[in-house]
């Protein structure tokens, strides 16, 4: 089957993707895709999606006061990015070596994604640049992630402060930092250090920008879910829903829940600020949670706790594809990335945003 659809002014020929009646695959100019964020956090441009109209408008972030309601409520992710990339070099050769911060599974033993040329065995030891920091082989996990002790020991979070670089994704200039990576690849609420990347909806939030919802009436709460590599990962079957999801940790406080109930008593809307954030309510539903979700959402889905969501514009063949356009509908949602591909919104983490209500 073959599909035509306009792209800047041309007609495109694509054979139609796999996946049935799923969204999740799309052709991107590579221009496109953003190398750096906009100049001002709430001036990325945001592309409206009325699911009662099946109608997009054209705003930016900063207009969202005037978009939402009084008395509606913004949920957001708090977690913040930890700086997880380190780079370093073999003792035994001297070559090359750089790795990725996941997790600490155990006290005092740190699991990475690493990549160097040759084989390290057992006990070999990677030198941290800047030292005096080595990480030192211990096993390999199922997943083929290294197990290393940190030497000399140390809390994770100010290890890696000292050490850790900006765990910027690979497509965002090869994926080394600029000068100004380490404050905008974060949200300006992070306040729950535990992730390996951002929650990237929150990026485009500023003060003065909570400033002007809560002068409209628009309240917010903050849940935290740490972002993992399995947020990311690529869906590679041809029936998505076939798809193993990893989980990630999360937390919705008593607080939360009870804004987000009294919320949707009154009559208000909830609107999730991400997937994450939309991943970690829908698991909790409307009661506190605290724990590993591995919650995956594709349509046919019954969102039980969002009626709004504000997302970017996500990467192919992935899970937060899925989750948008099981929100919004899948007709509607490649409606919305074939406009925003004609329109030239600046695409994934450091790109524009949109707001399904």
């Not at 900063?62 to 700086?83: E, F, H, Q, R």
């Not at 084989?119 to 070999?124: A, H, P, T």
């Not at 211990?138 to 140390?154: E, F, N, T, Y």
Request: glycine share 8%.
């Amino acid at each position: 089957m073959v599909e035509e659809f306009q792209v800047a002014g041309a007609v495109v020929e694509r054979t139609a993707r796999e996946g049935g009646p799923y969204f999740f695959d799309y052709d991107l100019p590579q221009h496109l895709i953003a190398q750096a964020p906009a100049a001002q956090r709430d001036a990325a441009r945001l592309l409206v999606v009325r699911r009662a109209t099946h109608t997009l408008e054209h705003r930016t972030v900063a207009d969202l006061p005037d978009l939402l309601s009084p008395g509606d409520l913004l949920v957001l992710n708090d977690t913040k990015v930890l700086p997880a990339r380190l780079v370093g070099t073999r003792e035994a050769t001297g070559g090359k070596w750089e790795g990725l911060f996941l997790g600490e599974p155990e006290p005092g033993v740190w699991e990475l994604m690493a990549k160097t040329r040759g084989y390290v065995r057992r006990g070999e030891a990677i030198a941290i640049d800047p030292g005096p920091l080595k990480l030192i082989l211990k096993d390999r996990s199922k997943d083929k992630h290294w197990l290393v002790v940190p030497v000399p020991a140390g809390p994770v979070e100010e290890t890696l402060a000292k050490h850790g670089r900006v765990p910027l994704p690979p497509y965002i200039r090869h994926g080394v930092e600029g000068t100004d990576d380490a404050e905008r690849y974060q949200t300006v609420y992070a306040t729950s250090p535990g992730s390996v990347a951002a929650p990237t909806a929150g990026l485009h939030f500023t003060p003065e920008l909570f400033n002007a919802l809560e002068a409209n009436g628009i309240d917010t709460a903050r849940v935290t879910l740490h972002v993992g590599l399995g947020t990311f990962a690529p869906v590679k079957e041809t029936d998505p829903t076939k798809h193993l999801i990893h989980s990630e940790w999360c937390e919705v406080s008593a607080a939360t829940t009870e804004r987000i109930v009294e919320t949707k008593r009154r009559g208000g809307r909830v609107i999730a600020v991400g997937t994450t954030t939309t991943r970690t309510v829908e698991t909790a539903g409307l009661a506190p949670y605290r724990g590993e979700s591995n919650l995956f959402i594709h349509s046919p889905f019954e969102f039980r706790v969002i009626d709004g969501l504000m997302t970017n514009f996500h990467l192919p063949r992935t899970t937060l594809l899925l989750l948008a356009q099981a929100f919004s509908g899948s007709g509607l949602l490649k409606k919305a990335y074939a406009e925003a591909i004609v329109q030239e919104y600046r695409f994934f983490s450091y790109g524009d945003a949109m707001l399904i209500l």
